[in-house]
């Protein structure tokens, strides 16, 4: 469980600051991976 949480907090980190380097814009070059993501996240 440590490692999920650990992995989840890297996501949210890594994702936010990301989005709002975009200026607005948003990007999602792989559709698919984005998916996986969020369904992995809202675990």
């Known amino acids: 469980m440590e490692f999920k949480e ?3 907090s890297s996501f949210v980190l890594v994702g ?3 989005a709002g ?3 607005g814009d948003i990007v999602h070059p792989i559709p698919e991976l984005w998916e996986k993501s ?3 996240i809202s675990e």
């Open 6 to 8: 650990i992995i989840k």
């Open 16 to 18: 936010f600051s990301a």
């Open 21 to 23: 380097k975009w200026s």
């Open 38 to 40: 969020y369904k992995f």
